[in-house]
């Protein structure tokens, strides 16, 4: 199996892949090969899975696809690297995706972008851009990714496959490289809800090596995937469906919630007022903790260092310049700026302020409803290039699916139709579900439900 993946992987011209090493693969292979021969295979045993190139693999390189780290391997195993190798899975090597899991699109990535299989024109979505085009491509049977802003969702819902963003606490970051501690949440993409419930149940957990990792029960999250619709009353915010949100997305969108009617589901209107503020807010701390997370590399104690410097200043100086790409400097200056002194009061305090307030409208939503549904993105994938140039237009993108990290809720993308590309292309769309506090298994039941 992992041969013929491994085959088309070779063949693939998506860039999704950073790194495969065949002899790697192949010998995880044999061992899963051995544990059906001595009758010790678990479900998901000798399935391939590739990860995101932000979780440190042992054996292959982890790059966060930046320059910074392009020859960095790691002498440990990330935890949800460790949890699917331990349930037998082989690793088929190291997805693509934005610098540091900064992007929208994939295009920040020091290896060059990554192309949509449904239109390889088009940006696969991002940061887990690389993941989401894998899979849908069929280069792996499931990926995994990480979400701090969308980057599980708005990949997903581009490359018309499924994807889960945890609770936030529900899976250790343990060798997750960090971009925003206080959002960051690792999680499975794949084609079906099913998948994703597997791949969950494998990687949840308490880990103590992440001081926010939640302390639960293990849970199979396959357990409810049957259990009918009937009753469940779905909250569909206003706000995510005014301005700027595209004819063709809203088209799809809506159809889905039809269907869900159908299966016994009522709608609610809802309000997340605080929706706008959302954008601002999360850029605001994401960048915070992001130049804080990337003080790190400095030149020393990882990978890349400059060449001609005069002194150690201008050594951190040459190196961060040289190795960090253009939206990684821009987040690490706003950063900055933002925990500066006379600034932290009018800018990071008030974000915290606005964060507290979108949890507190999440709160309150849930006591009227069991799940809250609407687009995950305002438009289909748009064309590479197109926005590369325009930050801010593509922070605007990220206005459904930011405040769910800001909040610590899970979220989901499902598949729900197709709208145009502007060239007239069928570009997917997703739908977005988003739960209360550890309720994946729901979440997984009612996405399941309508595949
Ligand atoms: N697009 C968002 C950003 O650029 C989300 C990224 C993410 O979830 N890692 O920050």
């Given at each position: 199996l992992s041969?013929l993946?491994?085959?088309r992987?070779h063949?693939?011209?998506?860039?999704?892949f950073?790194?495969?090493?065949?002899t790697?693969?192949l010998a995880q292979?044999?061992?899963?090969?051995?544990k059906?021969?001595?009758?010790e295979?678990?479900?998901?045993?000798?399935i391939p899975?590739a990860h995101?190139?932000v979780?440190v693999t042992k054996?292959?390189r982890?790059?966060?696809?930046?320059?910074?780290l392009?020859?960095?391997?790691?002498p440990f195993?990330?935890?949800?690297?460790?949890?699917?190798?331990?349930?037998?899975m082989v690793?088929?090597g190291?997805?693509n995706c934005?610098?540091?899991a900064?992007?929208?699109?994939?295009e920040?990535s020091?290896?060059?972008p990554?192309?949509n299989?449904?239109d390889k024109t088009?940006?696969p979505?991002g940061?887990?851009?690389?993941s989401a085009?894998?899979?849908a491509?069929?280069?792996t049977?499931v990926?995994?990714?990480?979400?701090?802003g969308?980057s599980?969702?708005q990949?997903?819902?581009?490359?018309?496959i499924?994807?889960?963003?945890?609770?936030?606490?529900?899976?250790?970051r343990?060798g997750?490289?960090?971009?925003a501690?206080s959002?960051?949440?690792?999680?499975p993409?794949?084609k079906?809800?099913e998948?994703?419930?597997?791949?969950l149940t494998a990687i949840?957990?308490?880990?103590?090596?992440?001081?926010t990792?939640?302390e639960?029960e293990t849970e199979?999250?396959?357990?409810d995937l049957n259990k009918p619709?009937t009753?469940?009353k779905?909250?569909?915010?206003?706000e995510?469906?005014g301005e700027?949100?595209?004819?063709d997305?809203e088209?799809?969108?809506?159809?889905?919630?039809?269907e869900?009617e159908?299966?016994?589901?009522?709608l609610?209107?809802i309000?997340?007022?605080?929706t706008?503020m959302?954008i601002?807010a999360?850029?605001?701390?994401?960048?915070?903790?992001?130049?804080?997370?990337?003080?790190?590399f400095d030149g020393?104690?990882y990978?890349?260092?400059?060449?001609?410097y005069t002194d150690?200043?201008d050594?951190?100086?040459?190196t961060?310049?040289?190795g960090?790409?253009?939206?990684v400097?821009?987040?690490?200056?706003?950063?900055?700026?933002?925990l500066s002194?006379?600034y932290?009061?009018?800018?990071?305090?008030?974000?915290?302020?606005i964060?507290?307030?979108i949890?507190?409208d999440f709160?309150?939503?849930?006591t009227?409803c069991?799940v809250?549904m609407g687009?995950v993105?305002?438009?289909?994938?748009?064309?590479?290039g197109?926005?590369?140039?325009?930050?801010?237009?593509?922070?605007l993108?990220d206005i459904?699916t930011i405040?769910?990290?800001?909040?610590?809720?899970?979220g989901?993308?499902?598949p729900c139709?197709?709208?145009?590309?502007e060239?007239?292309?069928?570009?997917?769309?997703?739908?977005?579900?988003?739960?209360n506090?550890f309720d994946?298994m729901r979440?997984?039941?009612?996405?399941?439900?309508?595949?």
């Amino acid at each position: 199996l992992s041969r013929l993946f491994l085959e088309r992987i070779h063949q693939s011209d998506l860039n999704a892949f950073l790194h495969v090493d065949d002899t790697l693969t192949l010998a995880q292979a044999k061992a899963a090969d051995e544990k059906f021969a001595k009758k010790e295979a678990g479900k998901l045993t000798g399935i391939p899975v590739a990860h995101k190139d932000v979780f440190v693999t042992k054996g292959w390189r982890s790059t966060a696809a930046s320059k910074m780290l392009a020859n960095y391997t790691s002498p440990f195993d990330a935890a949800v690297v460790e949890k699917l190798q331990q349930a037998g899975m082989v690793t088929l090597g190291k997805l693509n995706c934005d610098e540091f899991a900064m992007g929208s699109s994939n295009e920040t990535s020091w290896f060059g972008p990554v192309k949509n299989p449904w239109d390889k024109t088009a940006i696969p979505g991002g940061s887990s851009g690389g993941s989401a085009a894998a899979v849908a491509a069929g280069l792996t049977p499931v990926a995994t990714g990480t979400d701090t802003g969308g980057s599980i969702r708005q990949p997903a819902s581009f490359c018309g496959i499924t994807g889960i963003k945890p609770t936030y606490g529900r899976v250790s970051r343990h060798g997750m490289m960090a971009y925003a501690s206080s959002m960051d949440q690792g999680g499975p993409l794949a084609k079906t809800a099913e998948d994703c419930a597997m791949l969950l149940t494998a990687i949840a957990g308490f880990d103590p090596r992440d001081s926010t990792s939640v302390e639960r029960e293990t849970e199979d999250f396959t357990r409810d995937l049957n259990k009918p619709l009937t009753g469940l009353k779905i909250g569909i915010p206003r706000e995510y469906f005014g301005e700027g949100l595209a004819a063709d997305v809203e088209q799809a969108v809506r159809n889905a919630l039809a269907e869900y009617e159908k299966l016994g589901a009522s709608l609610v209107d809802i309000s997340l007022q605080n929706t706008t503020m959302c954008i601002p807010a999360y850029y605001v701390i994401g960048s915070a903790e992001a130049s804080s997370n990337l003080s790190r590399f400095d030149g020393i104690r990882y990978g890349f260092r400059a060449e001609n410097y005069t002194d150690l200043q201008d050594m951190y100086r040459k190196t961060r310049t040289e190795g960090f790409g253009e939206e990684v400097r821009r987040r690490i200056i706003m950063g900055t700026y933002v925990l500066s002194h006379g600034y932290y009061d009018a800018y990071y305090i008030h974000a915290q302020k606005i964060r507290r307030l979108i949890a507190e409208d999440f709160r309150a939503a849930f006591t009227r409803c069991d799940v809250i549904m609407g687009p995950v993105s305002p438009t289909v994938a748009w064309n590479i290039g197109e926005k590369a140039d325009d930050p801010v237009a593509s922070y605007l993108g990220d206005i459904y699916t930011i405040s769910t990290n800001l909040a610590g809720l899970p979220g989901m993308s499902i598949p729900c139709g197709f709208g145009q590309g502007e060239i007239n292309s069928r570009r997917p769309v997703g739908l977005q579900l988003t739960g209360n506090y550890f309720d994946e298994m729901r979440l997984l039941n009612i996405a399941h439900q309508y595949q």
